[in-house]
């Protein structure tokens, strides 16, 4: 399927959108700078762990970008699915690293904060030791090394945690969901990150992208590598769920809930372990683009007024 749109970026923009029926896609495409065409891949017609359809396709299309934000989420299911998670969250990534470079694209490839261990007690620069403790922080992992290995130099890797939004599986529709079912409420407190409104990622993609001349405005330097994003300000998990309790009420919102318990970890045991600490630096992406980034709290007030 081929969107068209018109762009500041340039004239004309092919961008290839993988995974175009998740959650982040449906918002990068109503995000996308204007100008630009969007050619959306997704299953069942078009499989990313198919090298061979992968190249094909791309060789087809000549686009000037790649947004991969094809990934196999299920965090839990992948401690037991781990074969299909490498090659869907690693080495899926690998061969779009390797159609880019032949045709000359950007790619960008959406990662995340599981590549981290959680331990460190202040927030991850893009630079700090990746220590994956599950099966999804690995494959993810994998995916980073490989367009690493691939010698694709014009390449994005956006890491981001804690994304939500419209039309997809995630913690703000979850508890939305348990807040009209249940009086009690016991949410996780031991484990902080910053929610991510897919909203904001879509236009921090874009922002990367607009660095068209290969060098930032603000710093001068070649853009391409790894970034950090996700809203600014960080909470715990529980906190995230009384701010968005309160959004529903004050939204009236079905809510039968009259309490949200802090609880540990350790209380709610899954089979992946989450990081305890998931709070990005992203002062990198700042200097480069110069672009504010949206506080949490208020994000999460344009995804409730988005809703209606």
Known sequence: MVIDHRSPITDHLDVALLGAKGMLAKMVRERAPQNSRLHLYDLPEFDVTDRDQVLQEMRQVQPDIIINCAAYTDVDDCETEVELANRVNGSAAGYLAEAARSVDATLVHISTDYVFDG???????????????SVYGASKLLGEQAILDS????????????LYGSGGKNFVET??????????????????????????LADAIFHLLALT????????????????????GHCSWYEFACAIVAEARSHNLPVVTREVLPICTDEY?????RPANSVFDKSKYKAATGAEIPE?????????????
Do not use: C, M
């Open 119 to 133: 331990r460190k007690d202040s927030p991850y620069r893009e630079e700090d030791p990746v220590n994956p403790q």
């Open 175 to 200: 508890i939305l969901r348990l807040a009209g079912e249940r009086q009690e409420l016991k949410i996780v407190a031991d484990q902080v990150g910053s929610p991510t409104y897919t909203a904001d």
């Open 269 to 273: 045991p899954l089979p992946a372990q």
């Open 296 to 308: 949490w709290h208020d994000s999460l007030q344009k995804y409730f007024l988005s809703r209606k």
């Open 213 to 232: 001349d290969d060098r930032s405005p603000i710093t001068g330097h070649k853009p391409y590598g790894t970034y950090h994003f996700s809203n600014k």
């Open 151 to 162: 010698g694709l130099k014009k390449y994005f890797i956006v890491r981001t945690s804690w």
